[in-house]
């Protein structure tokens, strides 16, 4: 699998960019190395959260839907019995 690479330009303040150097000479990589390996964090975790967002809007439709739920207590219940001898399974939803 080959990834093809494109220029792109930032403006970052003095300041921002000053401590970059200073932590890409620490660490013995480039400051665009950095850079890049930052831009790259931020964009998979902001992936996440969006799918996340979007599970839980959708899951609260469903249960606007069917009314079908857990209640916290059950949950919290359930989660208590993990790694006992009395291990419960999962509650069962309901309206």
């Not at 931020?42 to 609260?60: F, G, P, T």
Request: glycine share 4%.
């Amino acid at each position: 699998m080959s990834t093809t690479t494109v220029p792109m330009s930032i403006k970052i303040d003095s300041s921002l960019r000053e401590r970059l150097s200073h932590l890409a000479t620490s660490r013995k990589r480039t400051s665009h190395a950095l850079a890049r390996e930052a831009i790259e964090q931020y964009v998979l975790i902001a992936e996440s959260r969006d799918r996340a967002n979007q599970e839980a809007v959708a899951a609260y439709e469903h249960y606007q839907e069917t009314g079908l739920h857990v209640t916290g207590e059950e949950v919290t219940k359930w989660m208590q019995s993990w790694g006992t001898e009395d291990e419960q399974p999962a509650p069962q939803c309901h309206v």
